[in-house]
């Protein structure tokens, strides 16, 4: 039995919804969370000091002893994965590739891609798209009300069918067929977006391929961890630290996830 964990860092709450695919494809992993609530949000931040946070929380999750880190946050998966890349002994993996790799596989003509400021400035899931797709048209649009959206728990609320559809309509009047949720709070939408844009434009959760991704990581390297039969519940086994306000964490964190959150401590990074 492997038992080291797998590491995930976000920029604070939103990583839940790549934590939860994690668990949901590996629920005998342990996981360690790290969410940087005291300096979020990454969306709006520089590339330069996006890098420098990533680094910081990457080295918090290395002190935990994890064999693989995942980073959930997009706007950090947009800059900062390369750098970890090339600086750690582990695997590092981010969300951009395997949302690319989802959102390019099929026959689509035109995708459509949001994502925080930050993200969509990088052209990130752009390049990777084009990578896999040569030529392929993309519309990318900034989306940046949706985070304090889904903090505030407006997941079902006029107010953000309003500003879906302000955000949204255009790419569908331009004619997209796919739709990439290229931040970590958009999944909570899911249904919102699809409730106002329709179910004709098949969305992207890049969380969903980055668990697959991970599970063949680990796989691969014999490093995934075998059931223990005499446990049931795996969920309070992993660890969540923040870096302010654990309880606010907790509780929007339990919107997330549909779930009680165990302990949260706060983390010094
Ligand atoms: N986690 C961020 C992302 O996926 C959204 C929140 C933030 O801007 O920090 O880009």
Redesign the pocket.
Known sequence: MNLKSIGVF???I??LTVYKCLKERMPNEKVVYLGDTAR??????SAETIIKFSEENARFLLQKDVKIIVV???????YAVPTLQNSLDIPVIG?IDAGSEAAAKGSQKKIGVI??T??ISSGAYETTIREKRPGIEIISKAC?LF?PLVEEGWIDHRVTRMVIEEYLMPLKEQGIDTLVL????YPVLKDAIAGVIGNEITLVDSGITTADWVYVILKSLGWLTEPDMEKKETFIQDEFYVTDFPERFKNVGEIFLKRQIPAVNVADI
């Open positions: 976000d920029s604070g939103g990583g979020l949000p990454y969306g709006s931040k959930a946050c997009n706007s950090s998966s947009s969300v994502g925080t930050a993200t940046p985070v290229g931040c970590t709070h």
